[in-house]
C-alpha cells in the first residue's frame, strides 16, 4: 500500500506521514507512542493533529478512505465547537464533514444530501461516499446470510447502469467487480460484463499463482497440502466458469450485432 | 512462531540499532517521505497545518 505511487503522491501532498517504529532501543523516548495511543498491536494507524493530539482511529487501508477521513477531519473539528455551542455553520460543508468522518448511516446520508443545497463538487464527492456505503450495505447482508449473493449481482448491475463506479483507490472494487460480473451475466450484457471482467480474471489468476506457489514452498505439511490443493481446484474451477460466462456474453452480444 | 517481545529480548542494543536504520532504509519509507521523528513530525504538520499520518509498526522484528 505505502509503496503505491498514488499513496505517496498523496502522502507528500495533503499529509504528514509518521512513522512510529518501536525499536527497543534503550531510552528512546517514540518507542512508547504505540501504548500512548492505546495500540496494542501493529500495524495501526492514525491521525493526530500538530500537538499530537488523537484525531481519529477509524481509517480504512485503502487510499480512498484515507483521502475521505483526512479531508474531512480538519473541517469536522472546525464546526463541531460551533454546532455544540449552537452556533450557524455552513450546513453543507458539516454535512460533508461528517459524511467523510463516517458518522451518517446510509439512510440518514441519503436524506440530508436530497435536502441540501450542495454544489457540484460537493454532489460529487457525497454521491461517491454514499455510494461505497451502500456496496457497504450489501457485504454486510451477504454477511448476515439475509441476502443472496445473485440478488447482490443484480444489484451491483443495476447501480452499472445507474452510472454509478467507485472512486480509485476504493477497497470495495473487487466485491464491485465480482458482483458486477454476476449481475451482469445474467443479464446478457456485454459492455458491463467486460468492464469488470479483466479485473476479477487477474485477480483470480493472480491467487491462483499464489497458491500454487504456497503448495510447493509447504511441500513437506500435509494439512497445508490438502488446504492448498482444495484452493487451487475452487480457483480452476472459478475461473473456468468465468470464462463460460464471458463466452455466452459474447456470443449473444454477436448474436444482437449480427441480428 | 515466537512471540515479538521474545526475540527482541534476545537481542543487543546494536542490533537493534541495525534493525532501525535497515527500517528507515525500505523503500516505501525512503521513497515515501516518511518521519520516524515525532518531533520533527508534528513541527512540519503545524508549519504546513497539515495532520500527521502516522502508522503504528516495529524494527526489532519483521
Known sequence: MFSDKKF???????VVLFASVMTRIKDREDDALLSAYGFRGFPSLALLDSEGEMVTKEIGRDLYSMQTVSAAVS???KLKPKVDAGEEVDQAAWFMARLGMGELKLEEAKKEAAGLQLNDGQKETASKQIFVMELDGLIQQLRKRSMEVDAAGDAVYAFYRQGKRLPDGASLTSFYDQMLVKGASKA?????FFFSYPRVKEGMTTQLESLEKGKLQYKDNERAQEYFTRNIESTKKQI???EIQAKAVKAKAD????G | MAAPGLIAQGKSQEELKKLYDDKVQEAWYSDGGWTADFAAAKARAKKEDKLLFTYFTRSYSP
Do not use: M, P, S, T
Not at chain 1, 505517496?8 to 495533503?14: H, I, L, S, T, Y
Not at chain 1, 448474436?255 to 449480427?258: A, I, L, T
Open chain 1, 8 to 14: 505517496q503522491a498523496w502522502g507528500k501532498q495533503d
Open chain 1, 75 to 77: 473541517v469536522y473539528h
Open chain 1, 188 to 192: 446478457k450484457d456485454a459492455e458491463a
Open chain 1, 255 to 258: 448474436k444482437v450485432d449480427k
Open chain 1, 240 to 242: 473456468a466458469e468465468l
